[in-house]
């Protein structure tokens, strides 16, 4: 008999959690305004509402915090993070910053201006939101099968290049200042983006002029995505398969909270000096100098090691597919799920699961409600609160796909957490025809506006 799987790893410390009553979440529901980002974290049971920064570290990253260098300027622990990027991406210029959309604010300082155009598979709410800030726009190239749940596609999250060429067509380059290819791709479910399609994307967009740049937040996921289900690949390492997916691109932003493994940081890596210096001057404005850029030494220490670990295969095959686990779950009890599973999270279809909320009522935000009153669970729409207003016309832009995203900490929970949670959803499945209403805004800021934003029962 083939022996089961079993985590590559020990549990050497615990955090109580602790189980509510459902009379007391819904009461803690209306004080935070029925918006789940308002919700104390004592007030949660098991915490899905995102993947960055709520993971574990490993004893080789505490150790490392403990020798963290916190000179001001040109540190050991700065030194190790350069090291560390430079031999998993290639690229020789590093700008540390305290997160991932400080890295996004820094570098689109340099190269976004208004009314450019950057298309990409699926910008993620601050990517877009950095962007129309700066009263430019974003445009959606992904693959139509993206929008499918239950098309089998392996690698949803890549750019269709009749799409990407139209855009190239379209508008003037000196207004694309680049492409940008997620990896994975959130917005869309988690899903990865084939190698060959970045190369597709670069061998086009040379023929254009236009360059290329990573938001690479979970770009170790996507490399394991690309060893189990892209031909010719199973015998590289992850290291290997990065290293080339960064030789087709001018630069990357990266939020170090997901696959740097650390609760905090991020950073800007690139090719090009003329850009590096003078994204070291926006650096040292809005983050800090260009060696430590709004992080402590030790935590530069520690991503210096969680970038090591976190493009290992032993760590990446526990951490995908606890994720897989839950979402096989969940297509056992029927829930209408994206298909494949995604690297960091389970995504469920809310429009299928809630047909009889209005479009209008946020049947996303109305799932993700209803499950916390369920059983303490808390997730994130990834759905038309989301996706914010038209900056132009302010009407309210309904994405193809409404999910409630399921985000799973890295080396957080156990399997049998996955279970609860399954279970959860299916009782709330279970009841899907009684719920009819959802819910109604009464505040929301110019921008971003699912972080804050307030509502009411309809």
């Known amino acids: 008999m083939n022996l089961p799987y079993a985590e590559p790893y020990r549990i050497k410390m615990i955090e109580e959690i602790r189980q509510s009553t459902k009379e007391e979440r819904e009461e803690w529901l209306k004080k935070a305004n029925f918006n789940l980002f308002n919700l104390k974290s004592s007030q949660v049971f098991i915490d899905l ?43 020789p210029y590093l700008l540390p910053t305290h997160q991932g ?21 699926s910008h993620f709410d601050t990517t877009k939101g950095h962007i129309e800030i700066r009263k430019a726009h974003a445009i959606d190239c992904t693959i139509d099968e993206a929008f499918d749940i239950e098309n089998l596609h392996p690698f ?7 799409k990407l060429e139209k855009v190239y ?21 988690g899903q990865p983006v084939s190698l060959k399609n970045i190369k597709d994307v670069k061998e086009l967009s040379d ?3 236009i360059p290329i740049y990573f938001d690479s937040a979970r770009y170790a996921e996507n490399a394991y995505f690309i060893k189990r289900r892209e031909d010719g690949q199973q015998h590289r390492s992850i290291k290997e398969i990065c290293r080339e997916i960064f030789s087709y691109g001018e630069g990357m932003t990266m939020s170090s909270k997901k696959d740097g493994l650390v609760n905090i940081g991020g950073f800007i890596a690139l090719n090009n000096e003329e850009v590096f210096q003078k994204a070291s001057n926006f650096t040292i404005i809005y983050e800090g100098f260009i060696t430590y850029g709004g992080l402590a030494g030790r935590d530069m220490a520690a991503l210096a090691v969680g970038l090591d670990e976190a493009t290992e295969m032993d760590y990446l095959e526990s951490r995908i597919s606890q994720v897989e686990y839950l979402g096989n779950k969940l297509m056992e009890f029927g829930i209408p799920v994206q298909k494949p599973i995604g690297g960091h999270a389970v995504f469920i279809d809310a429009l299928k699961f809630l047909p009889n909320v209005p479009r209008e009522e946020f049947p996303a935000q109305t799932l993700g409600l209803e499950l916390y009153k369920e059983a303490g669970i808390r997730g994130v729409e990834i759905g038309t609160l989301l996706a914010d207003r ?9 994405p193809k796909l409404e999910l409630l995203r399921l985000a799973i900490p890295r080396r957080t929970y156990t399997n049998n957490h996955m279970d609860y949670i399954a279970v959860a959803l299916k009782n709330v499945f279970e009841r899907r025809n009684e719920i009819t209403k959802g819910y109604q805004i009464t505040w929301e ?3 971003l506006r699912h972080f804050t934003v307030k509502l009411k029962e309809a």
């Open 49 to 91: 509402l995102t993947d960055s920064g709520t993971g574990a570290m490993s004893d080789k990253q505490w150790g490392a915090l403990m020798t963290g260098d916190e000179s001001y300027a040109g540190s050991r622990s700065f030194e190790a993070l350069h090291n560390t990027v430079q031999k998993i991406t290639g690229f």
């Open 169 to 189: 067509q379209t508008y003037p380059k000196d207004k694309i200042p680049f492409c940008l290819i997620t990896i994975t791709c959130n917005t869309s479910g």
């Open 207 to 209: 023929r254009y002029g």
């Open 101 to 121: 959309r400080a890295a996004e604010n820094v570098l689109f300082s340099v190269l976004v201006k208004e009314d450019d155009v950057i298309p990409g598979n």
């Open 390 to 398: 038209d900056p132009e016309t302010r009407e309210n832009r309904y």
């Open 445 to 447: 800021p110019e921008i």
């Open 156 to 162: 949803k999250g890549n750019i269709d290049l009749e």
